[in-house]
C-alpha cells in the first residue's frame, strides 16, 4: 500500500450521499477528490486517531474531515 500525502488524488466515502445499502452502492457514495491535510488526533475522551485525512471533493468542493487513510483509495 502506497503512502497517501497532500495533493494526491483519492476516491473517499461521501456519508452526505448515503442512503441506504440498496440504493447507494459504494459506486456512488465513493467521491475522487484531493487529499488537503494529513494528521492524528486525539480525541477529549481519550480516543487516538493516529492517521487521518481531509479531503476536498472535486464534486462540489468541499472539504471533508477526519477520512482514515486505510478506507480512502489512492488513484
Known amino acids: 500500500m502506497s503512502e497517501i500525502l497532500p495533493g494526491d488524488r483519492v476516491k473517499a466515502f461521501d456519508h452526505r450521499l448515503f442512503k441506504n445499502d440498496r440504493d447507494t452502492p459504494l459506486s456512488i457514495t465513493m467521491q475522487t477528490g484531493t487529499v488537503v491535510c494529513r494528521y492524528g488526533k486525539k480525541t477529549s475522551q481519550g480516543w ?6 481531509d479531503v476536498v471533493f472535486d ?14 483509495e489512492k488513484i
Open 48 to 53: 487516538i486517531y493516529e492517521d487521518l485525512v
Open 59 to 72: 464534486y462540489d468542493g468541499r472539504t471533508s474531515k477526519g477520512h482514515f487513510t486505510r478506507l480512502v
